[in-house]
């Protein structure tokens, strides 16, 4: 390491780059070499396939040994995302889904925004095979699409994390962007939107809307992508839960009503 041993202090932080059930190694070091290359440090993996740590991984990161090893693993996407507030979903597919499609340029602003006024942001990778899922992809508030050949437009995964790393360095370049109008409320983070979500879901099972075992995966998915839009604030999650708490008493004997 002498060589960086004489080198400018590195640019370190930035978004959290999450690897949804990464297949093989050496893209995961891949993906934190460039990283690194573009100063992200925050690597986290759901569920690797090869387990963790990975030679193939540490040896592919090569100077961004550090990024890799610093690698934070969980179980499940919902896991590797609570403390985030904001995160975009990067798919070469189209995904018919309510939700922003950003270039990468403009995703890279927009992450840009959040993390300067004090959001915890990410951005979710899918695996090599399959990219991410449609469940995924529904935690995610807007989807990136890096614009390519039609006739193959799926980059290797280490090669978009390179592209998305290198418009966020880019990004910093940008004069500073005006605030959205919340006013100083936080946005909620992941694990409080799922917290709802879940919530929410259990009891309209309960009410008999989410009724029809077979359509509940794709009306799910849809209710989290319209509570997703609403962008709603921590304040605004504890006030909807205890909507549903009012409305689950509603009808039932006086005696269980909160007094
Ligand atoms: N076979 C998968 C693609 C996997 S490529 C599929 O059909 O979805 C691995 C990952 O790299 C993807 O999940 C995505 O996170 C990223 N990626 C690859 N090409 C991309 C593109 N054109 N735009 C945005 N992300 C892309």
């Not at 340029?105 to 990778?125: C, W």
């Not at 799926?154 to 109008?181: I, K």
């Not at 709603?232 to 005696?255: A, F, H």
Request: aromatic share 6%.
């Amino acid at each position: 390491m002498t060589e960086t041993d004489t080198q400018p202090d590195p640019w370190t932080g930035g978004p959290a780059v999450i690897l949804v059930r990464p297949q093989m190694g050496e893209n995961i070091g891949a993906a934190a070499r460039a990283m690194f290359n573009f100063g992200l440090t925050e690597l986290r993996l759901t569920a690797p396939r090869d387990g963790w740590p990975n030679e193939a991984a540490l040896a592919m990161a090569a100077g961004a040994e550090d990024v890799a090893r610093a690698a934070e693993v969980f179980d499940d996407l919902p896991g590797a995302i609570a403390d985030l507030s904001y995160v975009v979903a990067t798919t070469a597919r189209g995904r018919d889904m309510a939700k922003p499609v950003f270039s990468p340029s403009d995703a890279a602003r927009e992450l840009r925004r959040r993390h300067a006024s004090g959001e915890k942001v990410g951005m979710l990778f899918g695996a090599e095979r399959s990219g991410l899922s449609n469940d995924d992809v529904a935690l995610a508030d807007a989807v990136v699409t890096i614009p390519a050949n039609p006739a193959y437009s799926s980059l290797n995964l280490g090669q978009a994390v390179l592209l998305l790393s290198y418009e966020w360095m880019r990004s910093g370049a940008a004069p500073e962007l005006p605030q959205t109008g919340r006013g100083e409320a936080a946005p909620a983070i992941k694990a409080e939107l799922v917290g709802l979500f879940e919530h929410l879901e259990e009891a309209l099972v309960r009410s008999g809307f989410l009724g029809i075992k077979e359509k509940r995966p794709a009306m799910v998915r849809n209710l989290r992508a319209m509570l997703g839009r609403a962008e709603l604030t921590d304040q605004e999650v504890r006030t909807l839960r205890g909507i549903i708490v009012s409305l689950e008493r509603y009808g039932k004997p006086p005696e269980t009503e909160g007094k």
